[in-house]
């Protein structure tokens, strides 16, 4: 009897399985190079992780669920994404009891029941990451900057970053009323799924691909005109952090997420390439979920996260002819003293980590105190510090927490001490 694989899976094997793996060592190796470390969670959870947090408005919930009465009489599902459970399995396990911004990324299949074609199976594979504890423009931007760096070490470089941010509270609950009431006198011209979600979830359908070019839709209200001044300043100061970065972005008014925990920044990398039947290919996207680990019943811990869709990128890369490569890290944090070394900190960062250096920065802190424990939890052996007088003498400091050394050297001694090739790095004046 001849048995094949099942409609929407996909075989890895030779060429393809080597790629695979390759996407899983790149993706991971940067995301260490940014402090994230591995958290692996089960494939299946209790279906209420998902209704819970994914939210029962959503595609997911309502069409797209593997889910299944186990002999215990339990309702179980597939994930569909990675998200919810690496938020619960953060609660369950206390993890926030620990201080600190806590940094996980996951790699592993995922199940959806939808249409097969071209960039969507019914089990595929995400990379993500997922930060909690952290709220500051600077962490938004650099987890984005993340996405963007990973994407830049696979040899991807035809994309478009699209940013947004959709609110939270008060000011979310008018704006989907006010997106009520303008849909609500053209329902009956819009799609089957935009009359279902706005029932449900009436953001998701700013994100419907059947009517998204409908004089309807393009006249829809924006969310930034009912945001108050605080959510629209903390927008403002990642899209400054990114242009600091230098991440090309563009704004996009329309830009939501499909599931319901998202609050605030999201974002969406999509390939860019007019001539390319891939063109306009999501492969990431994500956002900020201030709220998620209270729907757990755990403590308000703010978090952000993204995932990358791999065969996705093993389309692109197939279309660019990439081939694989090998990765490195190592161990550095970078203390700043004062808020205008914060900035030469943050660039002295990301120079280190496009060399290929494990990098830790403190995003907010001017005090030494926190930024030293955020050495020690992180284990670093080298800790570069930049202080005023380092800078205006083009100097850096540099301590060995393994052989107890310290040493001061010019600004340009920094890639041998290293061991860099290439360009060398300089302060910002």
Not at 117 to 135: D, I, K, P, S, W
Not at 403 to 410: D, G, H, N, V, W
Request: hydrophobic share 35%.
């Amino acid at each position: 009897m001849k048995v094949n694989k099942i409609k929407g899976t996909l075989d890895f094997y030779q060429y393809d399985a080597k790629k695979y793996r390759y996407l899983q060592r790149i993706a991971s190796g940067v995301a260490e190079s940014f402090g994230f470390r591995e958290m692996i969670t089960p494939i299946f959870e209790a279906t209420e992780v998902f209704v819970r947090s994914v939210g029962e408005g959503s595609d997911i919930v309502n069409k797209e669920m593997y889910t299944f009465i186990d002999r215990g009489d339990r309702s179980i599902t597939l994930r569909p994404e990675g998200t919810a459970p690496v938020t619960r399995a953060f609660v369950e396990n206390k993890l926030y009891a620990i201080p600190g911004i806590h940094k996980f990324y996951y790699f592993g299949p995922m199940f959806r029941y939808e249409r097969p074609q071209a960039g969507r199976l019914r089990q595929f594979t995400q990379f993500g990451v997922e930060a909690f504890g952290g709220e500051h423009p600077n962490l938004d931007a650099d987890l984005i900057n993340l996405n963007y760096q990973i994407l830049q070490a696979i040899g991807i470089k035809n994309i478009k970053v699209l940013i947004n941010t959709i609110g939270s509270g008060k000011a979310r609950e008018n704006y989907v009323e006010a997106l009520k009431l303008h849909f609500e006198p053209h329902l009956s011209t819009l799609c089957e799924d935009c009359k279902q979600r706005y029932q449900k979830n009436p953001l998701r359908m700013l994100d419907c691909k059947v009517d998204c070019h409908s004089p309807i839709m393009q006249s829809a209200p924006l969310v930034s005109n009912y945001l108050p001044e605080e959510d629209l300043k903390y927008f403002q100061d990642v899209m400054s952090a990114l242009n600091f970065f230098g991440i090309p972005f563009e704004k996009s008014d329309r830009l939501v997420r499909g599931l319901d925990y998202y609050t605030n920044t999201v974002f969406e990398i999509v390939y860019d390439d007019p001539n390319s039947p891939l063109n306009n290919l999501a492969l990431s996207a994500g956002g900020r979920y201030n709220s998620l680990t209270r729907d757990f019943d755990g403590p308000d811990y703010p978090a952000i996260g993204f995932a990358m869709g791999i065969e996705r990128l093993m389309m692109v890369m197939d279309e660019l002819d990439i081939t694989v490569s090998e990765t490195k890290d190592d161990t550095i944090t970078v203390i700043t003293l004062g808020e205008k070394m914060k900035k030469q900190g943050l660039l002295l960062t990301q120079y280190l980590r496009l060399k290929g250096k494990r990098v830790e920065i403190d995003y907010q802190s001017h005090n030494l105190k926190p930024q030293f424990k955020l050495a020690d939890r992180t284990g670093s052996r080298y800790i570069i510090i930049i202080g005023l007088d380092e800078f205006e003498n083009n100097q850096i400091r540099i301590k060995d927490s393994w052989e107890k050394t310290e040493i001061l050297i010019p600004v340009p001694e920094l890639t041998a001490f290293f061991g860099i090739e290439g360009e060398k790095y300089a302060y910002q004046k």
